[in-house]
């Protein structure tokens, strides 16, 4: 079974700050995707990572997948305010076109 | 490109009446659609699949006669929750895969949601 693992589920840091949002997930899988929730909303797309070693960055969220590690990473460089969401990263499955979700990340960016 | 719009996107009824959510792809068509769920603080749980022209799979633990599913054409598919009572109320989103013509083969692209009050 694909489990997708996302840690910290909560996250509190100070505006200018650096921190990592870290999505394991338990067999092999070649696309995986980040997504940005605001409070009442769905979801944003932010990143869609393909293969092993890809890096997509945007303003201040970089993304990165290591399919050998089964890892992803968003890296959130001097954080703002307007940052403040919950993260969601998500698996593709092939077999299915399903995706398995990780339970999210709530940042909070204090000013 | 890629916009997938939901309507309603605000609904409160009472409980025993039925609602009818549609998902429609604007610019792409979509084969597959999902039917999302999502409670609050939580992620989200995946109701069903649909599946253009036949019946929609349901996930396990799902009621599918009162979640009834629709994907009659190619960009449109429709969630009628019968019978409503107040623990259906919550936040459903639907997703349509890409299937040509955008920027990644199957990727979902996520409608904006739909909120369920049932009193």
């Known amino acids: 079974e694909l489990k997708v693992e996302q840690n910290p589920l909560f996250l509190s840091m100070q505006e200018g700050k650096n921190y990592t949002i870290y999505c394991n997930y338990s067999?092999?899988?070649?696309?995986l995707y980040w997504y940005r929730q605001d409070p009442g909303k769905s979801l944003e797309s932010l990143f869609v990572?393909?293969?092993n070693g890809a890096v997509k960055q945007e303003g201040r969220l970089m993304a990165s997948l290591d399919t050998k590690a089964r890892l992803s990473t968003l890296h959130i460089t001097a954080a703002v305010h307007d940052l403040s969401a919950t993260y969601f990263c998500?698996?593709?499955?092939?077999?299915?076109?399903?995706?398995?979700w990780g339970a999210g990340t709530k940042l909070i960016i204090k000013p | 490109g890629a916009v997938v719009s939901q309507h309603p996107s605000r609904v409160i009824c009472k409980s025993g009446t039925s609602v009818k959510i549609e998902c429609r792809s604007l610019d792409f068509q979509a084969t597959t659609m999902f039917w999302y769920r999502q409670f609050p603080k939580q992620s989200l749980m995946l109701m069903a699949t649909?599946?253009?022209?036949?019946?929609?799979?349901?996930e396990q633990g799902v009621e599918k006669d009162k979640f009834l599913i629709n994907h009659a054409s190619l960009t449109l598919s429709t969630l009628t929750v019968t019978s409503a009572h107040p623990e259906d109320s919550s936040f459903y989103i639907c997703?349509?895969?890409?299937?040509?013509?955008?920027?990644?083969?199957?990727?979902?692209?996520f409608g904006p949601g739909t909120r369920l009050t049932v009193l």
């Open positions: 649909s599946n253009e022209g036949s019946k929609a799979t349901y």
């Open positions: 997703s349509a895969r890409s299937v040509s013509g955008t920027r990644v083969y199957n990727e979902q692209f």
């Open positions: 990572l393909l293969s």
């Open positions: 067999t092999t899988s070649d696309r």
């Open positions: 998500a698996v593709d499955m092939d077999s299915n076109y399903q995706l398995i």
